[in-house]
């Protein structure tokens, strides 16, 4: 059973530019998560979502940043015109439903490298 | 909000013998989940254990084990027979009954000098 699936692995984008990160959950997971880590940090929560519905989106910045997890495909999270504060490791959880005794699994990580 | 506080940035064992890493964490709820991940140069993380806030037992998985104590918010890592490929940065973190997110402390970078 394949695990989190992340891509790219390392993303660089120039000020301006968008940055797509993919995210494909772990077979059979119908929940995902995506986290963000700034340089000598801790991961912060973004945003939570079900297929085709954002159910938490509480730590999103309120612009820029879309998520989505269409119906068919991997979770989408979405950067427009890229600055270089949003430089950091952006990773992705999934979980097979939302019972809070059930283990996030976790992603390799995108590194976002803003020029 | 839940928060979770990691107050050692920094912490070093020698091989073979037992390090203790702190966190506590602030929370009005009474069931929650707390975890602690592993997270190498690779910068996967890794779950190492977790303790379900109802249950009184400590969490013990081989060479780690917490001591969790609910009143105090406290919640310890111990690594005993400290091996080379322990080294990481280690995780805090904090899973509320809602289960949306979970909530991270600042990390503990921990190093085994051989």
């Known amino acids: 059973n394949a695990g989190v699936m992340q891509n790219p692995r390392h993303l660089v984008r120039r000020r301006g530019q968008e940055a797509r990160l993919r995210c494909s959950p772990m077979?059979?997971?119908?929940?995902v998560y995506w986290y963000r880590q700034l340089p000598e940090e801790g991961l912060k929560f973004m945003v939570y979502l079900q297929k085709e519905n954002i159910i938490d989106e509480s730590g999103m910045p309120k612009e820029r940043f879309s998520a989505e997890f269409p119906k068919e495909g991997p979770s989408i999270l979405r950067i427009q015109q890229v600055v270089r504060g949003d430089s950091a490791a952006y990773f992705c959880?999934?979980?097979?439903?939302?019972?809070?005794?059930?283990?996030?699994?976790f992603g390799p990580g995108t590194r976002l490298t803003v020029l | 909000a839940q928060t979770v506080t990691q107050s050692q940035p920094e912490m070093s064992v020698q091989e073979a013998e037992t390090v203790t890493l702190s966190c506590t964490y602030d929370t009005s709820e009474s069931d929650y989940y707390l975890f602690w991940y592993k997270q190498p140069p690779s910068r996967q993380m890794i779950l190492v254990i977790r303790q379900e806030a109802y249950k009184q037992q400590n969490a013990t998985e081989n060479r780690f084990s917490v001591n969790f104590q609910k009143a105090a918010k406290s919640f310890s890592l111990k690594i005993s027979d400290s091996q080379l490929g322990d080294a990481a940065m280690y995780f805090c973190a904090y899973r509320s009954k809602d289960g949306n997110k979970l909530v991270f402390g600042a990390g503990t970078i921990l190093r085994v000098k051989s």
């Open positions: 077979k059979g997971h119908s929940h």
């Open positions: 959880a999934s979980s097979p439903d939302r019972a809070y005794h059930n283990e996030q699994f």
